[in-house]
């Protein structure tokens, strides 16, 4: 299966190629406009060797993280989808991070810190050992004294950006070439637009529109 991964949920946007497990081209864009999304895609599958039509499946990041990048990425596939037909994969970008962590040998109890906004914190706990790893305490919100508090007590601390409130912790970015790995494990396809960004701050607001559909790419 040719996948073509999305990772969108932080400033360092990535777009990957791979294929039956095994990564065959990526590219990062800091702070990409929704505008760049399609070249991005166009460098990665040109750098691949690939036509769009060989693609079998877009997976997506769906964070937690930065909703209108999610939300650009989630668009993105709808687009592709409606024009060819293409599965579509969701996966958390919380995962990918505790892949990487696995990748980079951070071996022990792993605090993965996603800024929330509003002086919380996505958190979740991993367990990181040679073998893989396991989920210790699943994503939640959590207050930036709570997040403090916790953090001390595990081995490392990883997060897009983290450093800015934790200086000993380790900066990690979600990567699409990760997302792209995991999705070829995974077979719980769905309809792009049924994709939704991970969210757990209950709304207060009146849910928008649908995103705009990116043309037909």
């Given at each position: 299966m040719k996948i073509l991964a999305l990772e969108f949920s932080?400033?360092?946007r990535s777009v990957a190629v791979v294929a039956n497990g095994q990564l065959w081209a990526q590219a990062h864009e800091a702070r990409a406009r929704e505008s760049h999304a399609l070249a991005l895609v166009d460098e990665v599958l040109r750098a691949?060797?690939?036509?769009r039509e060989e693609i079998n499946c877009l997976a997506v990041g769906l964070g937690p993280g930065s909703y209108t990048g999610i939300?650009?990425?989630?668009?993105?596939?709808?687009?592709?989808?409606?024009?060819?037909?293409?599965?579509?994969?969701?996966?958390?970008?919380?995962e990918c991070l505790?892949?990487?962590?696995?990748?980079?040998?951070?071996?022990?109890?792993v605090s993965i810190v996603i800024d929330a906004?509003?002086?919380?914190?996505?958190?979740?706990?991993?367990?990181?050992?040679?073998?893989?790893w396991r989920e210790l305490e699943p994503l939640?919100?959590?207050?930036?004294?709570?997040?403090r508090a916790i953090v001390k007590t595990d081995g490392f601390v990883i997060g897009p950006e983290v450093t800015r409130w934790f200086p000993a912790a380790h900066v990690l970015f979600p990567d699409a070439s990760v997302l792209g790995q995991l999705a070829a494990t995974r077979t719980s396809f769905l309809p792009a637009d049924k994709l939704e960004p991970i969210y757990l701050?209950?709304?207060?607001?009146?849910?928008?529109?649908?995103?705009?559909?990116?043309?037909?790419?």
């Open positions: 932080s400033d360092r691949a060797g690939r036509e939300r650009a990425a989630i668009a993105l596939a709808q687009g592709w989808q409606l024009a060819r037909g293409t599965e579509a994969i969701g996966v958390s970008s919380v505790a892949d990487q962590a696995h990748a980079e040998k951070m071996f022990g109890r906004q509003r002086n919380e914190f996505y958190l979740a706990r991993y367990e990181i050992a040679a073998a893989g939640r919100l959590a207050s930036m004294d709570e997040t701050r209950e709304t207060d607001f009146v849910k928008a529109a649908p995103p705009r559909i990116l043309p037909a790419v």
